[in-house]
């Protein structure tokens, strides 16, 4: 892998549906991609501790809750809304009701970089209904998009938020990225002969 000095670029965007068995693990669902990726934005979130004493910032620590983010696509897919929102296809639209069943997802994306792209997965992420806005038409179009915010909060069994390719990521594992979710799981290295 090559080093990058700059990412730009948002591209290759999925979700992957989980379930979690009786010993708390997670079991994603083959990741699909969501077409039309136009901006993504991550807030960290958790609050600082400071604990005073001698008159100043005697311990200091932050929480790592996760992160709130927004994710604007051109038009959301009618995959996602059932996968996803909970929403219901009736007679050929699609039906909200106030006792839909959304689903978390593990979301993937790629950022492009000036040598190779990284890719990202936040595990376990909670998806909120979207906005929806519409201007009338003027002397030009202009498409908003539709805008969806979450929340990628960390596991419960093993409390991992997100993981990302980096310099020493395997080729294989790199190209297999959007395949399946990968686990933040500690390879060791095979010494060679």
């Not at 979690?20 to 997670?26: F, K, N, T």
């Not at 604990?51 to 200091?60: C, K, M, T, V």
């Not at 093993?158 to 990968?182: C, H, L, Q, S």
Request: charged content about 25%; some cysteine; overall charge negative.
């Amino acid at each position: 892998m090559s080093k990058n000095k700059v990412l730009y670029g948002l591209t290759n965007v999925h979700y992957a549906t989980y379930t979690r068995d009786e010993d708390g693990a997670y079991k994603y669902d083959e990741p699909v991609r969501v077409e039309g990726a136009v901006s993504l934005t991550m807030a960290p979130t958790g609050d600082p501790m400071n604990f005073y004493a001698d008159n100043g910032i005697f311990f200091s620590r932050n929480s790592n809750t996760g992160y709130e983010g927004t994710l604007t696509i051109a038009m959301i897919t009618d995959k996602f809304r059932t996968d996803v929102l909970g929403e219901k296809m009736i007679n050929g639209g699609f039906l909200e009701t106030s006792d839909a069943k959304g689903k978390d997802i593990a979301l993937m994306f790629e950022i492009d970089g000036d040598v190779e792209a990284s890719r990202f997965v936040y595990y376990d992420c909670t998806v909120a209904r979207p906005t929806q806005t519409a201007n009338t038409t003027a002397e030009s179009i202009e498409i908003e998009g539709q805008e969806l915010s979450f929340t990628a909060k960390p596991r419960i069994n093993d409390k991992a938020i997100r993981w990302n390719t980096g310099e020493a990521t395997p080729e294989e594992m790199y190209n297999d990225f959007f395949k399946a979710v990968i686990e933040p799981v500690e390879v060791t290295p095979t010494p060679e002969p």
